[in-house]
């Protein structure tokens, strides 16, 4: 590991010399691409240069053990040492997860749907409860939400709702939703107080806008419709929404976010992409797929990963046997910690599983 770190420790120092270089300067985009590449290094570097400087000091402690003679000192120099030998083991695995491959689609946006499960209706308000959350947590993160496409019903019903987050790092904190989320609640429309469990899906989505995937237009059916929901009589009026099925695999997507037909257009081939770069991902070899599996994001849709108990005032990730109490805070977008907990048991699963090679 220390050799693949001094050889970082080279590359970062050769693109820094380089972004100076007047013939790269001359051209943006290649500026651009290396100015990124040294960012992405920056975190190993500086993890790097402290687990050098620890071990600078755990050496000058050691070779002034050899002559001291007052036993403070001795004492002092002792306990320097053994703590930088601590504190090594931490930057060492620090420095692990850092090197972990990094998933690619992890600074860009992402979309997400939501799709009311078992319930009836509380389902339905229960999916709604969910957008709303998602929405709160993406404006706690300074991101934007767009609705794509949305079936609702009177009620704060939800049957379905389609979004996307757009901002840098969208998709590292979204990728753990994809699942079946369960509720267990008093439903407004229960008269007799009896506790109902109901059921929402998640799927979470990259952005797959800048991926090669070609779609053969001979593949797509495409039809245009009035846009339904709020908005005026401009929605009854003009036929701007969308609809286009991908025939080849059965995938359909639609967009009534924009009064343009043309945006709609190019909101939903964008989600079309995207669709079909998960299914074509889902699709790969036995290795792939039991990669997944050992990671907490396995993006199966059918798992139910989390409970949120509202009697007890908590919410439960089964995925990593973590309870939050405080369900309303969780309720209002403060998921922040759940999502880091995710993060970190998957880095550590992708870390063991390596290990185990």
């Known amino acids: 590991m220390i050799e693949k770190l001094k050889k970082i420790k080279e590359k970062f120092e050769e693109l820094t010399k380089e972004l100076i270089d007047p013939n790269v300067l001359a051209d943006m985009s290649v500026w651009q691409k290396k100015s990124k590449e040294q960012a992405d290094l920056v975190p190993i570097v500086e993890k790097y240069d402290e687990y050098v400087k620890v071990q600078n000091d755990m050496n000058d402690a050691e070779e002034m053990m050899k002559t001291e003679t007052d036993a403070d000192m001795l ?18 695995e620090e420095l692990k997860i850092l090197l972990l491959p990094k998933d690619e689609n992890d600074e860009g946006n992402v979309i997400v749907e939501i799709r009311a499960g078992v319930g009836g209706d509380e389902a339905g308000i229960f999916a709604g409860d969910l957008f709303r ?33 757009t901002g840098k790092g969208a998709y590292a904190k979204f990728k753990y939703e994809s699942g079946v989320h369960r509720v267990q609640r008093v439903p407004v429309t229960e008269s007799s107080g009896r506790i109902h469990t109901s059921a929402a899906t998640v799927a979470v989505l990259p952005e797959a806008k800048d991926v090669k995937i070609e779609i053969n237009e001979k593949d797509l059916q495409i039809d245009y419709y009035r ?7 401009h929605v009854n009026k003009t036929e701007s929404a969308i609809r286009i099925t991908h025939l080849p695999t059965g995938i359909i997507v639609a967009c009534q976010d924009e009064r343009s037909q043309g945006k ?8 079309l992409k995207s669709k079909l ?34 009697p007890q005032s ?24 759940m999502v880091k907990a995710l ?3 998957d880095q550590q ?3 063991a599983q390596i290990e185990d090679k």
Do not use: C, P
């Not at 709609?264 to 989600?271: I, P, T």
């Open 75 to 92: 004492a002092m120099l002792n306990d320097e040492y053994y703590l930088g030998k601590e504190k090594l083991k931490e930057i060492e």
């Open 314 to 337: 908590r919410v439960t990730d089964h995925r990593i046997n973590m309870t939050i109490y405080s369900l309303e805070n969780f309720m209002n977008g403060d998921i922040g910690e």
């Open 133 to 165: 959350m998602y929405t709160m947590f993406a404006d706690r993160n300074r991101f934007k939400v767009e609705v794509l496409d949305e079936e609702s019903a009177e009620g704060g019903i939800i049957k379905q709702v389609n979004f996307m987050v």
């Open 277 to 310: 770069y998960d299914f074509y991902q889902s699709q790969e070899d036995s290795e792939y797929a039991e990669k997944r599996k050992s990671q907490v994001g396995t993006g199966d849709r059918s798992e139910k990963i989390r409970t949120y108990n509202y």
């Open 349 to 351: 699963a992708k870390l």
């Open 343 to 345: 993060t970190v048991a």
């Open 264 to 271: 709609n257009k190019e909101k939903a081939m964008n989600w």
């Open 227 to 233: 846009a339904g929901g709020a908005g005026g009589q």
